[in-house]
């Protein structure tokens, strides 16, 4: 079965970076993309980016270019997300996700547990 | 302010339909696959439909999607309690180059 496990919660000081795992499992890594999406508590939800695992080409969400990186590493099936000079509302819960996107169509079928990461202001 | 446009809630007793609305524009949603997922509280969200009107695997029928335009709509028939949670819309944006959501529309089964 399709899983995705993501690293723990995280605590970093404002102005630090965290990078965040997600682990694949139950299909061939490189016939999917994975998304980022993040939850500010109480909040919806916000795409951060996209990394097609086959080519490695990522894409970012505007308001967090320069401050995002996202990669894949197709030998362990796991794609990373990079967060830097973290402020007090990067607060959130980071899921990862299985995504397709193409033609037109962008969604994500299969999601990661979430990890907190809490940036105290 | 969220790109796509979803009411803040909608209410409705077990066993009824009820219709979740998802506003957006001509460089997202009028030109674009919508999908929808489902977020039960304190858990991942879940995809509910996709492509304006597929379901995944697993998915119930009492779930259903619709595109219009520059909209779309997803229908719950049959409620249940447990379809108490969180519902979002999202798409793609040609302009933005970059996946858009609603701001979720909480859904409250009296």
């Known amino acids: 079965q399709v899983q995705l496990v993501q690293s723990g919660a995280e605590v970093k000081e404002p102005g630090a970076s965290v990078k965040v795992s997600c682990k694949a499992s139950g299909y061939t890594f490189t016939t999917y993309g994975i998304s980022w999406v993040r939850q500010a508590p109480g909040q919806g939800l916000e795409w951060m980016g996209w990394i097609s695992t086959y080519s490695g080409k990522p894409n970012y969400a505007q308001s967090l270019q320069g401050r995002v990186t996202v990669t894949s590493d197709t030998s362990t099936s796991t794609a990373y997300m990079e967060l830097r000079s973290l402020r007090s509302d990067d607060t959130a819960v980071y899921y990862c996700a299985r995504g397709q996107c193409s033609g037109g169509s962008c969604y994500s079928d299969f999601w990661g547990q979430g990890t907190l990461v809490t940036v105290p202001s | ?110």
């Open chain 2, 1 to 110: 302010q969220s790109v796509l446009t979803q009411p803040p809630s909608v209410s409705a007793a077990p066993g009824q339909k009820v219709t979740i609305s998802c506003s957006g524009s001509s460089s997202n949603i009028g030109h674009n696959y919508v999908s929808w997922y489902q977020q039960l509280p304190g858990t991942a969200p879940k995809l509910l439909i996709y492509e304006n009107n597929k379901r995944p695997s697993g998915i119930p029928d009492r779930f259903s999607g619709s595109k219009s335009g520059t909209s779309a709509t997803l229908g719950i028939t049959g409620l249940q309690t447990g379809d108490e949670a969180d519902y979002y819309c999202g798409t793609w944006d040609s302009s933005l180059r970059a996946v858009v959501f609603g701001g979720g529309t909480k859904l409250t089964v009296l």
